[in-house]
């Protein structure tokens, strides 16, 4: 019984991954956010505080105008200390590649394409220095304003990003069995 247990607790260990924190809390709190676009952009709440959705404009018809509008939501960094915001991102876009719908941040007045812009959907991890009082956002803009929209998934992950602790309690786990292995098979 004894042995059952030791192995289930082993298992645990292994397996149950550490889950990343809300990205969209205390000075990042969603209420704190301000949302703009100059088309047809959105942002999608739904799953805050862990993560949102930004949405590019579109204007849904293949002869309308060539237009640029660009669509951000963005926060004033309040904290008393200056910080690193590391966020994780998924882009996602309707036309060929990037390029007609970029996506990435703002810094005050300072815009930092994340996007490259010769590929199609992709993904990152990136971090941005804050102090108090520095403009910091997200931005998709698009070149066309047609033939499909982008979207950016703030804060969600396509799989689990390794923690240092995540390492730590899996290498300890991994101990853990072979020490077990060689006291039972004495």
């Not at 059952?4 to 809300?22: D, E, H, M, S």
């Not at 237009?67 to 004033?76: D, G, K, R, S, Y």
């Amino acid at each position: 019984m004894h042995r059952i247990a030791l192995y289930l607790f082993l298992i645990a260990t292994v397996v149950l991954p550490v889950g990343a924190a809300p990205l969209f809390v205390g000075p990042f709190d969603i209420g704190n956010w301000t949302f703009a676009t100059e088309g047809t952009g959105s942002v999608n709440l739904l799953n805050a505080p862990d993560s949102i959705t930004l949405f590019g404009s579109d204007c849904g018809s293949p002869t309308c105008p060539a237009e640029q509008p660009i669509t951000t939501f963005e926060v004033v960094y309040g904290g008393p200390d200056p910080i690193v915001f590391t966020f994780p991102w998924l882009y996602f876009t309707d036309d060929d590649n990037a390029g007609f719908d970029p996506f990435g941040y703002f810094l005050n007045d300072t815009f930092v394409e994340l996007t490259d812009p010769g590929l199609g959907d992709q993904s990152g991890v990136t971090s941005v220095p804050l102090v108090a009082g520095d403009r910091f956002g997200f931005f998709i803009s698009t070149t066309d304003n047609r033939f499909g929209r982008a979207s950016a998934d703030i804060g969600a992950t396509s799989a689990a990003v390794p923690e240092p602790a995540a390492f730590l309690f899996m290498g300890s786990g991994l101990a853990l069995i072979g020490l077990s292995r060689r006291i039972l098979g004495r």
